[in-house]
């Protein structure tokens, strides 16, 4: 009877040895997965990081560009007025229109001058003038007879008519 009992004992711990070791396997898989999403989050969280700091970076650099571009913009001094003795002083203000500079510094030239020359002597005395007009006004110009296109790009004074005297 001692055997009997001692078999029944040892089948309870059989089964409870079998649940424990399905359980145990669960367990083990269980982790397994948890271990794999971790690792997911990680490379998720670095990425996410990494991004952040970038365009953190980003960012300031392009406030530090903005406020450097506002800075350059505020530091442009205003060229000083210089008063002509001959005119009175509202004469000496007015300042020579964009058509006005460009048909000055080519009649200067003893030869054609081309359209970089005219914007860099623009920009050089006239910082106030926008260069994104410079194209029509030329083309204007040559519209109206005041300029001559000698060469794609190259601008200069057209020779004098033979009838108009």
Do not use: N
């Not at 990680?42 to 980003?58: C, H, I, K, N, P």
């Not at 000055?104 to 020359?117: D, I, M, P, Y």
Request: glycine share 8%; net charge negative.
């Amino acid at each position: 009877m001692q055997s009997r009992g001692a078999r029944a004992v040892l089948t309870e711990l059989r089964s409870l040895a079998a649940d424990d070791e399905e359980r145990l396997t669960a367990a083990k898989d269980r982790l397994a997965r948890a271990q794999e999403e971790m690792g997911a989050a990680q490379s998720a969280f670095d990425s996410a990081s990494t991004r952040a700091e970038v365009s953190q970076r980003v960012a300031c650099g392009a406030e530090e560009l903005l406020a450097d571009a506002a800075q350059m913009s505020d530091d442009v001094p205003e060229p000083p007025p210089t008063p002509d003795a001959a005119q009175p002083p509202e004469a000496s203000r007015a300042r020579p229109t964009l058509a006005q500079e460009i048909l000055a510094f080519v009649r200067g030239q003893e030869r054609g001058v081309q359209r970089w020359e005219i914007a860099a002597h623009l920009s050089a005395v006239r910082p106030d003038i926008k260069l994104s007009g410079l194209g029509p006004e030329l083309t204007e110009l040559v519209r109206a007879g005041a300029l001559a296109r000698v060469a794609r790009g190259v601008y200069g004074i057209p020779p004098a008519r033979g009838g108009d005297t």
